[in-house]
């Protein structure tokens, strides 16, 4: 019922830029929180960035400074413009999203993820 779907990755040279985008579709309601989490090969996935609204942000300490979350409301879509990369910010990432959605006429609430954009950061 609802999907996510990620833009925006690729390969980018050290102290470059990055703009990724995770659009949300399907009947939904409404949704809570939003972020990014990525995945480096051998290692564990973790929390990039997170979003309820523009005043309630949060980010990994690996980031700030450096990361912009961000979200438009009418679009479903939540965007991380992510600058001053370094290579260790190579990984796959994906985006996140609680969403509450309406089938059989009656609303659910499930938590959903993307299918992963590769970003890779060369030295």
């Known amino acids: 019922q609802v999907q996510l779907v990620e833009s925006g990755g690729g390969l980018v040279q050290a102290g470059g830029s990055l703009r990724l985008s995770c659009a949300a579709s399907g009947s939904i309601a409404s949704i809570t929180a939003m972020g990014w989490y990525r995945q480096a090969p051998g290692e564990q996935r973790e929390l990039v960035a997170a979003?309820?609204?523009?005043?309630?942000?949060n980010y990994a300490d690996s980031v700030k400074g450096r990361f912009t979350i961000s979200r438009d409301d009418a679009k479903n879509t939540v965007y991380l413009q992510m600058n001053s990369l370094k290579p260790e910010d190579t990984a796959v990432y994906y985006c996140?999203?609680?969403?509450?959605?309406?089938?059989?006429?009656?609303?659910?609430?499930?938590?959903?993820w993307g299918q992963g954009t590769q970003v890779t950061v060369s030295s």
């Open positions: 996140n999203a609680d969403v509450t959605y309406y089938s059989s006429m009656s609303y659910h609430t499930g938590e959903y």
């Open positions: 979003i309820i609204s523009s005043e309630h942000t």
